[in-house]
C-alpha cells in the first residue's frame, strides 16, 4: 500500500489562496463593468430570463436563481430584498420591510417582484453580453451584465472579503448621469454620496471615497417648541429603534436630559423627543449629535473588481472608467445594428431585383439543385456589383455592401409564389428607403460617439429622473464642544481644608453642578494649582482657596492675584489666564520660592478687572500705608509671568473694594449660514463685536423671530434663517409680508416687546398661504420690489420707515396691495453711496497737495 506525504504548510498556503481568491471574486467585491456581486446578477439574470411583464413570486425567482447560484435560499433572498429596498432595478408587491425601522420583509411566498422599466433599459443585451457556463454546466450566465449605468455608485455597496473589504456609499441618482455627461464633455466632476433616509452630511473629508476618508452624517432634527424635539430624517444605517435606544442610554447616562422619546413613524419617519424642564432645546439638540446615533461617522473604501483584481479607487475614477464602459456597449450595439440594417438592405435588395427581373424565369430549364444556385446566381450578378469587382464608375448596377452568398440564393428560392404575384415594387423601395435613412444615422450616431453617448444619459434622465432629487443636505458641521453640550450630571464638592475634590464628598461644600467628563482646577493658598478630571474623589492638595469647572481654551477667564515673594519679600500683582495645561500637573502661580504665598486671589468669568484696599503693617518705613490698587492698569498674560511689584514693603490686609467692568473688550462674531451657527473664525457674515450678555435677533423664512445670547451654542436650521443681526435697545423689525386671510401684501414695523430668550414669536398671520416675503433690523431701508397686476409687471420702490410707523409685534401692518410681490430687493441709499466713496477715495486733494499747487480733474 502506497502512502502519499502531503506538506501541511504547502496546502496551507494553495487552499488559502484559492479561498482568499473566490471570496473576493465570487462573494464580496462587485465588478466596475455592471456594479454586481455574482449573486445579485444571477437574481437579475433569472428575473431577466423569466419576464413576461407580471409579477412573480420571490419564492419562485429564488428557485430559478438557484440554477445558476451555488449557495442555499436564505442567502438568495436576502440579497433580492437588498435590491429592492434601493429602489432601482425592481418593482415590489407586498411587504419588502423598511430600511428606516429595521422591519424585515415578509416570507419569500408572500411577496412579488419583476425587473424595473428602468432596469429594462439598462442592464441587457444578449448581443453584447459575454457568457459562461454555470457551475453545474447545465446552463448559460453571463460573466457580467452590459451595464449602461453606474449602478455600483448608485445603489452603494458591502462586503467583507480575505484581507480586504469594501464600502461604497450610494449616490444619486440625477448626479451621477449629470457627471457622465461632463466626463463625456471633458470636465471635471465631484460627486457626493446621498441617502433613501435623507439627513445631512458634511464632505469636507470624504477623499473622493477612497480608503482615509469620512463622512458625517446627521439625522435632520427640528424644534418643535422649547419642551420638544422632532427627528424627521436619519443618518444612513441608522434605523428608528437604534436611534431611539442609543438615546435612552444617553439619557441613562446623564449625557442629556429628557422625559421621554416616543416614535411615531408611519409613512414618514417622526420620533418625538420631549425634554425635562428648564433643559434648552438647542443645546440639547446639539447633545443628541454629540452622544447618539443623530451623527454617525462613516468611511468609505472603494474597492473594485477590475480585470479580475481588486482595486481601490476613487468615485469619480469609477464613474469615468464606467461611462467609457457604457460608450463602448453603445458603440457595440451601434455596430450590430449597422451589421442588421445592413443584411436587410443586402437581401431586400436582392428580392427586389429577383422579383423585378424575373430571375425566377430562369430555373425553369434547371434539372438539379446545383443549376438553379447557378441560375440564380449569375442571373443577379447582370444587375449587382460587389466591393471586390473593380467596376468603372460608369457602371450602373447596383453595388452591393458584401458578395451573394449560397445562402442568400436559397432565401430567395424560399419566397412564395403568393408574395411574387403580388409584390409592390413602389412598397419595396419606400422600405429599402427607410432602412437606408436608419443605416445613414446610425453611420452618424457611430462617426459622433460621444453626442450619442450624451442623448442617450439625457434620455435616461428624462425618463426616468423624475421623483429622485437629492434627498441628503450637503453641508458643513460645526464641531460641536462636547463638554458645552454634555448634561450638568453630577454636583462638584470640595473639601478646602484637608484638599480634597470630587463628586462623592456630599457631606462637604457644594461648589456647582457639572458633567462628569468636566475637568475641575484647584488653586490653593501655597501658590500651585492643578487641573484635574472630575471623580468620586481626588486629592489637589491642602489649603484649597478657589475651586471651579475649568474649560480648555477659554480666553474669558482671567484670574487676579497678589502674592509673597517668599526670596524677595515683595508683594507682586499679576493678572493671567489658564488656556492649556497638562492634566494632574502641578503648576505655580507665584515666583515657585520657598516662603511664596497668596495675600489676594479672584477669578473674574469676564476678564473683569478689580480695585482693592490695600493695608501695609504698622512697622513698616512705607509713608503711605494704606493705598488702593487696580487691577485694570495690569496686562493680562500667561500663567508663568511673575507680574509686577505691589510694595516692597509687608503687607497686613487687602480687600475688595470695587469690581470693575470687563478689560478684555468686545469680540467680533460672524454667523455661517452654512451651519447655522454663530463663530468667532471668521466664517460667514460678520456681526460685529459683541460684548458679554449681548443679544442677537433672528428673524426666520417662516415669519418668526426670536433673541438670543452671543454664544457658540447658538444654533438655528440654515435653511429657515433669513436675518441676523445684533440686537440694539432702539431696534425695530421692518417686514413684508402676504396676509393669506385677506390676500393683501402688508408693511409692518415693530420693536422687540416680547420676554424670553431662545423662542420664536410668529409676527405674520397663521394662514397656510401667509408667506414673508422681506425682513430685516437694519435702518432706513429702500426696498425695490416687483409684483403683477392685470397681466403686468410693476416695479417700485419703497422707504420702510416712511411707509409705516412702528407699532406692537402683533399688529397687522399697513396694506401694500391688493397683490403677491414676485421678487424683492435693497437699493443703495444717498448715504450708503456716500460712505462706499469716502472709504474708497482716503486720500483728498488736500491730502495730497500743499498751497499753491495745481490739481487737474479730468471728467
Same mark, same amino acid.
Given at each position: 500500500?502506497?502512502?502519499?506525504?502531503?506538506?501541511?504548510?504547502?496546502?496551507?498556503?494553495?487552499?488559502?489562496?484559492?479561498?482568499?481568491?473566490?471570496?473576493?471574486?465570487?462573494?464580496?467585491?462587485?465588478?466596475?463593468?455592471?456594479?454586481?456581486?455574482?449573486?445579485?446578477?444571477?437574481?437579475?439574470?433569472?428575473?431577466?430570463?423569466?419576464?413576461?411583464?407580471?409579477?412573480?413570486?420571490?419564492?419562485?425567482?429564488?428557485?430559478?436563481?438557484?440554477?445558476?447560484?451555488?449557495?442555499?435560499?436564505?442567502?438568495?433572498?436576502?440579497?433580492?430584498?437588498?435590491?429592492?429596498?434601493?429602489?432601482?432595478?425592481?418593482?415590489?408587491?407586498?411587504?419588502?420591510?423598511?430600511?428606516?425601522?429595521?422591519?424585515?420583509?415578509?416570507?419569500?411566498?408572500?411577496?412579488?417582484?419583476?425587473?424595473?422599466?428602468?432596469?429594462?433599459?439598462?442592464?441587457?443585451?444578449?448581443?453584447?453580453?459575454?457568457?459562461?457556463?454555470?457551475?453545474?454546466?447545465?446552463?448559460?450566465?453571463?460573466?457580467?451584465?452590459?451595464?449602461?449605468?453606474?449602478?455600483?455608485?448608485?445603489?452603494?455597496?458591502?462586503?467583507?472579503?480575505?484581507?480586504?473589504?469594501?464600502?461604497?456609499?450610494?449616490?444619486?441618482?440625477?448626479?451621477?448621469?449629470?457627471?457622465?455627461?461632463?466626463?463625456?464633455?471633458?470636465?471635471?466632476?465631484?460627486?457626493?454620496?446621498?441617502?433613501?433616509?435623507?439627513?445631512?452630511?458634511?464632505?469636507?473629508?470624504?477623499?473622493?471615497?477612497?480608503?482615509?476618508?469620512?463622512?458625517?452624517?446627521?439625522?435632520?432634527?427640528?424644534?418643535?417648541?422649547?419642551?420638544?424635539?422632532?427627528?424627521?430624517?436619519?443618518?444612513?444605517?441608522?434605523?428608528?429603534?437604534?436611534?431611539?435606544?442609543?438615546?435612552?442610554?444617553?439619557?441613562?447616562?446623564?449625557?442629556?436630559?429628557?422625559?421621554?422619546?416616543?416614535?411615531?413613524?408611519?409613512?414618514?419617519?417622526?420620533?418625538?423627543?420631549?425634554?425635562?424642564?428648564?433643559?434648552?432645546?438647542?443645546?440639547?439638540?446639539?447633545?443628541?449629535?454629540?452622544?447618539?446615533?443623530?451623527?454617525?461617522?462613516?468611511?468609505?473604501?472603494?474597492?473594485?473588481?477590475?480585470?479580475?483584481?481588486?482595486?481601490?479607487?476613487?468615485?469619480?475614477?469609477?464613474?469615468?472608467?464606467?461611462?467609457?464602459?457604457?460608450?463602448?456597449?453603445?458603440?457595440?450595439?451601434?455596430?450590430?445594428?449597422?451589421?442588421?440594417?445592413?443584411?436587410?438592405?443586402?437581401?431586400?435588395?436582392?428580392?427586389?431585383?429577383?422579383?423585378?427581373?424575373?430571375?425566377?424565369?430562369?430555373?425553369?430549364?434547371?434539372? +438539379?439543385?446545383?443549376?438553379? =444556385?447557378? !441560375?440564380?446566381? %449569375?442571373?443577379?450578378?447582370?444587375? /449587382?456589383?460587389?466591393? *471586390? #469587382? &473593380?467596376?468603372?464608375?460608369?457602371?450602373?448596377?447596383?453595388?452591393?455592401?458584401?458578395?451573394?452568398?449560397?445562402?442568400?440564393?436559397?432565401?430567395?428560392?424560399?419566397?412564395?409564389?403568393?408574395?411574387?404575384?403580388?409584390?409592390?415594387?413602389?412598397?419595396?423601395?419606400?422600405?429599402?428607403?427607410?432602412?437606408?435613412?436608419?443605416?445613414?444615422?446610425?453611420?452618424?450616431?457611430?462617426?459622433?460617439?460621444?453626442?450619442?453617448?450624451?442623448?442617450?444619459?439625457?434620455?435616461?434622465?428624462?425618463?426616468?429622473?423624475?421623483?429622485?432629487?437629492?434627498?441628503?443636505?450637503?453641508?458643513?458641521?460645526?464641531?460641536?464642544?462636547?463638554?458645552?453640550?454634555?448634561?450638568?450630571?453630577?454636583?462638584?464638592?470640595?473639601?478646602?481644608?484637608?484638599?480634597?475634590?470630587?463628586?462623592?464628598?456630599?457631606?462637604?461644600?457644594?461648589?456647582?453642578?457639572? +458633567?462628569?467628563?468636566?475637568? =475641575?482646577? !484647584?488653586?490653593? %493658598?501655597?501658590?500651585?494649582?492643578? /487641573?484635574?478630571?472630575? *471623580? #468620586? &474623589?481626588?486629592?489637589?492638595?491642602?489649603?484649597?482657596?478657589?475651586?471651579?469647572?475649568?474649560?480648555?481654551?477659554?480666553?474669558?477667564?482671567?484670574?487676579?492675584?497678589?502674592?509673597?515673594?517668599?526670596?524677595?519679600?515683595?508683594?507682586?500683582?499679576?493678572?493671567?489666564?489658564?488656556?492649556?495645561?497638562?492634566?494632574?500637573?502641578?503648576?505655580?502661580?507665584?515666583?515657585?520660592?520657598?516662603?511664596?504665598?497668596?495675600?489676594?486671589?479672584?477669578?473674574?468669568?469676564?476678564?473683569?478687572?478689580?480695585?482693592?484696599?490695600?493695608?501695609?503693617?504698622?512697622?513698616?518705613?512705607?509713608?503711605?500705608?494704606?493705598?488702593?490698587?487696580?487691577?485694570?492698569?495690569?496686562?493680562?498674560?500667561?500663567?508663568?509671568?511673575?507680574?509686577?511689584?505691589?510694595?516692597?514693603?509687608?503687607?497686613?490686609?487687602?480687600?475688595?473694594?470695587?469690581?470693575?467692568? +470687563?478689560?478684555?473688550?468686545?469680540?467680533?462674531?460672524?454667523?455661517?449660514?452654512?451651519?447655522?451657527?454663530?463663530?468667532?473664525?471668521?466664517?460667514?457674515?460678520?456681526?460685529?463685536?459683541?460684548?458679554?450678555?449681548?443679544?442677537?435677533?433672528?428673524?426666520?423664512?417662516?415669519?418668526?423671530?426670536?433673541?438670543?445670547?452671543?454664544?457658540?451654542?447658538?444654533?438655528?436650521?440654515?435653511?429657515?434663517?433669513?436675518?441676523?443681526?445684533?440686537?440694539?435697545?432702539?431696534?425695530?423689525?421692518?417686514?413684508?409680508?402676504?396676509?393669506?386671510?385677506?390676500?393683501?401684501?402688508?408693511?409692518?414695523?415693530?420693536?422687540?416687546?416680547?420676554?424670553?430668550?431662545?423662542?420664536?414669536?410668529?409676527?405674520?398671520?397663521?394662514?397656510?398661504?401667509?408667506?414673508?416675503?422681506?425682513?430685516?433690523?437694519?435702518?432706513?431701508?429702500?426696498?425695490?420690489?416687483?409684483?403683477?397686476?392685470?397681466?403686468?409687471?410693476?416695479?417700485?420702490?419703497?422707504?420702510?420707515?416712511?411707509?409705516?410707523?412702528?407699532?406692537?409685534?402683533?399688529?397687522?401692518?399697513?396694506?401694500?396691495?391688493?397683490?403677491?410681490?414676485?421678487?424683492?430687493?435693497?437699493?443703495?441709499?444717498?448715504?450708503?453711496?456716500?460712505?462706499?466713496?469716502?472709504?474708497?477715495?482716503?486720500?483728498?486733494?488736500?491730502?495730497?497737495?500743499?498751497?499753491?499747487?495745481?490739481?487737474?480733474?479730468?471728467?
Amino acid at each position: 500500500m502506497n502512502h502519499k506525504v502531503v506538506d501541511l504548510n504547502g496546502m496551507y498556503q494553495d487552499y488559502f489562496l484559492d479561498y482568499s481568491s473566490y471570496v473576493i471574486l465570487e462573494r464580496a467585491v462587485p465588478k466596475i463593468d455592471d456594479g454586481l456581486k455574482p449573486v445579485q446578477r444571477r437574481i437579475l439574470h433569472s428575473l431577466f430570463q423569466m419576464d413576461d411583464g407580471r409579477f412573480h413570486k420571490v419564492a419562485n425567482v429564488i428557485g430559478q436563481t438557484m440554477q445558476y447560484h451555488p449557495h442555499g435560499d436564505a442567502a438568495i433572498g436576502a440579497a433580492l430584498v437588498h435590491i429592492g429596498q434601493k429602489d432601482l432595478l425592481l418593482d415590489m408587491q407586498g411587504n419588502w420591510g423598511d430600511i428606516r425601522t429595521g422591519d424585515s420583509a415578509a416570507a419569500a411566498r408572500y411577496i412579488e417582484t419583476r425587473l424595473s422599466k428602468f432596469a429594462k433599459a439598462v442592464a441587457f443585451n444578449p448581443k453584447t453580453t459575454e457568457w459562461q457556463i454555470s457551475y453545474d454546466g447545465r446552463k448559460k450566465e453571463p460573466i457580467s451584465l452590459p451595464m449602461k449605468f453606474p449602478l455600483v455608485l448608485a445603489q452603494g455597496v458591502e462586503g467583507i472579503a480575505v484581507g480586504l473589504s469594501t464600502k461604497i456609499l450610494p449616490h444619486n441618482f440625477i448626479e451621477l448621469i449629470k457627471a457622465s455627461i461632463k466626463i463625456l464633455q471633458d470636465k471635471k466632476v465631484k460627486i457626493y454620496p446621498d441617502f433613501q433616509t435623507g439627513g445631512s452630511i458634511d464632505v469636507s473629508q470624504y477623499n473622493g471615497g477612497k480608503r482615509g476618508g469620512k463622512v458625517k452624517v446627521r439625522a435632520k432634527i427640528d424644534i418643535e417648541d422649547k419642551k420638544t424635539l422632532i427627528i424627521s430624517e436619519l443618518p444612513y444605517g441608522v434605523t428608528t429603534t437604534g436611534m431611539i435606544d442609543s438615546i435612552v442610554k444617553a439619557n441613562e447616562k446623564g449625557k442629556i436630559k429628557i422625559k421621554k422619546v416616543i416614535d411615531n413613524t408611519a409613512a414618514d419617519v417622526e420620533i418625538r423627543v420631549e425634554l425635562a424642564s428648564g433643559v434648552s432645546p438647542e443645546v440639547t439638540r446639539d447633545a443628541l449629535f454629540a452622544f447618539t446615533n443623530c451623527e454617525v461617522s462613516i468611511s468609505p473604501n472603494a474597492c473594485v473588481i477590475v480585470d479580475n483584481r481588486p482595486m481601490f479607487l476613487t468615485v469619480e475614477e469609477i464613474l469615468r472608467i464606467n461611462t467609457e464602459n457604457t460608450k463602448e456597449l453603445l458603440r457595440q450595439e451601434l455596430e450590430i445594428a449597422k451589421g442588421e440594417l445592413e443584411e436587410k438592405w443586402h437581401f431586400a435588395s436582392l428580392e427586389k431585383i429577383f422579383i423585378q427581373e424575373r430571375i425566377y424565369r430562369d430555373i425553369e430549364e434547371c434539372e +438539379s439543385w446545383e443549376e438553379v =444556385i447557378e !441560375a440564380i446566381d %449569375k442571373g443577379l450578378r447582370k444587375y /449587382v456589383s460587389i466591393p *471586390s #469587382d &473593380k467596376a468603372p464608375k460608369s457602371d450602373k448596377r447596383l453595388r452591393l455592401l458584401r458578395d451573394i452568398t449560397e445562402e442568400d440564393i436559397v432565401r430567395l428560392t424560399e419566397i412564395r409564389i403568393k408574395r411574387i404575384s403580388k409584390y409592390n415594387v413602389f412598397a419595396a423601395d419606400e422600405k429599402i428607403a427607410a432602412i437606408e435613412a436608419e443605416l445613414d444615422q446610425v453611420k452618424h450616431d457611430l462617426a459622433h460617439l460621444t453626442d450619442y453617448a450624451i442623448a442617450y444619459y439625457q434620455d435616461l434622465l428624462d425618463r426616468f429622473g423624475k421623483g429622485r432629487e437629492r434627498r441628503t443636505v450637503i453641508t458643513d458641521f460645526q464641531d460641536i464642544a462636547v463638554r458645552k453640550v454634555v448634561a450638568n450630571n453630577v454636583k462638584l464638592y470640595v473639601n478646602r481644608k484637608d484638599g480634597f475634590v470630587g463628586s462623592g464628598l456630599k457631606k462637604d461644600e457644594y461648589v456647582c453642578d457639572c +458633567s462628569d467628563i468636566d475637568d =475641575i482646577i !484647584a488653586f490653593r %493658598k501655597d501658590g500651585k494649582f492643578v /487641573v484635574t478630571r472630575i *471623580s #468620586d &474623589k481626588s486629592f489637589v492638595g491642602k489649603n484649597i482657596i478657589h475651586v471651579a469647572v475649568w474649560k480648555k481654551g477659554d480666553e474669558r477667564t482671567t484670574y487676579n492675584c497678589i502674592y509673597l515673594d517668599g526670596v524677595s519679600g515683595r508683594s507682586m500683582a499679576k493678572r493671567f489666564q489658564v488656556k492649556a495645561i497638562t492634566r494632574d500637573k502641578e503648576y505655580e502661580m507665584t515666583a515657585g520660592t520657598k516662603g511664596s504665598r497668596i495675600y489676594y486671589f479672584s477669578a473674574n468669568p469676564n476678564g473683569e478687572s478689580e480695585i482693592v484696599h490695600v493695608q501695609l503693617s504698622q512697622g513698616s518705613r512705607a509713608r503711605n500705608k494704606i493705598f488702593d490698587f487696580d487691577f485694570a492698569e495690569l496686562d493680562i498674560k500667561g500663567r508663568g509671568s511673575k507680574g509686577n511689584i505691589l510694595t516692597k514693603y509687608p503687607v497686613r490686609k487687602i480687600t475688595l473694594l470695587e469690581k470693575g467692568s +470687563s478689560t478684555i473688550g468686545a469680540l467680533e462674531w460672524w454667523i455661517d449660514r452654512t451651519t447655522g451657527r454663530l463663530n468667532r473664525d471668521g466664517r460667514g457674515d460678520s456681526l460685529g463685536e459683541c460684548d458679554t450678555g449681548d443679544f442677537v435677533i433672528l428673524i426666520t423664512k417662516d415669519g418668526q423671530y426670536g433673541i438670543y445670547p452671543v454664544n457658540a451654542d447658538f444654533y438655528h436650521e440654515p435653511n429657515n434663517i433669513l436675518y441676523v443681526g445684533i440686537l440694539y435697545q432702539e431696534s425695530v423689525i421692518s417686514a413684508i409680508y402676504f396676509d393669506g386671510e385677506k390676500g393683501w401684501t402688508m408693511v409692518k414695523r415693530f420693536e422687540i416687546e416680547t420676554a424670553g430668550e431662545a423662542q420664536l414669536f410668529k409676527f405674520i398671520s397663521d394662514h397656510r398661504s401667509s408667506k414673508l416675503y422681506y425682513a430685516t433690523a437694519d435702518d432706513e431701508v429702500q426696498l425695490q420690489y416687483v409684483y403683477r397686476a392685470q397681466k403686468q409687471k410693476h416695479e417700485k420702490t419703497l422707504t420702510l420707515d416712511e411707509f409705516v410707523d412702528v407699532k406692537g409685534w402683533k399688529a397687522k401692518g399697513n396694506k401694500l396691495g391688493e397683490f403677491k410681490i414676485l421678487s424683492v430687493s435693497e437699493v443703495e441709499t444717498d448715504a450708503e453711496i456716500e460712505e462706499e466713496v469716502d472709504e474708497s477715495s482716503p486720500e483728498t486733494p488736500n491730502d495730497k497737495y500743499g498751497p499753491g499747487d495745481t490739481l487737474e480733474l479730468e471728467f
